[in-house]
């Protein structure tokens, strides 16, 4: 005589909380992700009374320069000697890019000439200055 099995086991995974699960997950990394941008070294700026912004923040890349003429090229610490070589990499790459200048107020104009010497090394001749709106 044969018995019939009546006990038949499911290998399922129960899925019913899975979408909770992902909400949650998505709602916690979209809480806690900072969405930064540069910061480069800390500079006063210079004021000017006229202001254009630019036009496409994709083609550009920021070079900041404080007052004892330290560089920093989108967030790296640069010697002076080494912008033409990042900056020639970057041109390299992306043809249309705009370098912006964010130079110190007191920075000398030998620590600028040097850095438009090396820019000018790289062929990156699309300059711009950054400055802040003066009040009045």
Known sequence: ????????????IPTAAMPDIIFMLLVFFMV???LRE???LPIALPSATKIEKLESKRNTTHIWVNKVGLVSI?????????VKNVMYVKIS????????LKVDKETTMR?????????????ALKVNYSAKTRAG
Do not use: C, Y
Request: glycine share 2%; no cysteine.
């Open 38 to 40: 540069f910061e480069g």
């Open 93 to 100: 790459e992306n043809p249309k890019l705009t370098t912006s």
């Open 32 to 34: 806690t992700t900072v």
């Open 1 to 12: 005589m044969k018995f019939d099995k009546r006990t038949v086991l499911k290998s399922e």
């Open 111 to 123: 620590i600028i000439t040097d850095l438009h010497s090396e820019l000018r090394a790289a062929s």
């Open 74 to 82: 989108d967030d790296k610490r640069v010697p002076i000697q080494a």
